[in-house]
């Protein structure tokens, strides 16, 4: 298990509103050993339920691991980025990351999701995220944390919580029983999602309870210059995006950098 820094301040970027279920136990282990704790949610999440019930949700569900409600922050609303439709906002969004870096915050760590091909909104802001904040002259340490992939599946099949070996070294603890049962219970904290947690919710309980660990990789720089895994990555089967739409909205962001 690699060491990580136990003094400062972290930055936990998600997609939508109950990806926090990827870093339950980290987002807690942060905030026991003193190191502050924001949350940032990117996009709106409005695709299937109302943003204001899912932001109470979330809200409800950090305020009990123990994050400050002035620490949650829901960007994607203020911004106007749809649930799905991050590369269309690339340039709102790294330049508001930019901005809030700079604000003196003091974030020497953040947690973005994993390069994994599962939804077209995670692989995008960890690829921002890689892009932004390798490239400044104190560089933050940054780890991703797995949600959901589709490597070596077929159809509507999915891995959940299960890192890519192609990402490098697995930093794994292992989560204390007492809290392996919370975060099964947190889990269905989620009512406007049930839909799609009737999928996920066996395998994160399963996850939970018998796995019992927290996973995480550093990041790449030199992984998103090519998908995640081969084959066709989950979100392409799906049909939300493709692969060479998301490359060209980071190109777009590349050629941002360059002019700046």
Known sequence: MM??????????????????????????RDLRIGRGVCCVYVTDGATNAN???????????LQKLGVPVGDIIFIGRQLGIGDGQLHRHISAFSGW??????SGQ?????????WEGGHPD???????????????ES???IWQYPLYNG????????????????????NIYPIAWRDRFRYVRLCLAYPSQWRS????????????IFRGIQQLQLVNKERIIEPPHTGLLYYERRGFLDWPTLSLALEQLRNQKSIE
């Open 151 to 170: 490597r070596n599946c077929l159809g509507p099949f999915f891995r959940l919580l299960s890192p890519l070996p192609e990402n490098g070294l697995v």
């Open 139 to 141: 560089k933050l340490k």
């Open 122 to 136: 995670h692989d995008l802001i960890h690829a921002i995220a890689v892009e932004l904040l390798t490239a400044r």
């Open 197 to 208: 947690w009737v999928g996920l919710f066996p395998f994160a309980c399963l996850h939970y």
């Open 106 to 114: 003091m974030f020497d760590t953040c947690f973005v999701p994993a």
């Open 97 to 102: 990351v930019n901005d809030y870096v700079n």
């Open 51 to 61: 943003p204001d019930l899912r932001d109470a949700e979330s809200r409800a569900v």
């Open 3 to 28: 060491a990580m820094n136990i003094a400062g301040k972290s930055l936990f970027l998600f997609a939508h509103q109950d990806d926090e279920f990827g870093v339950f136990a980290q987002i807690e």
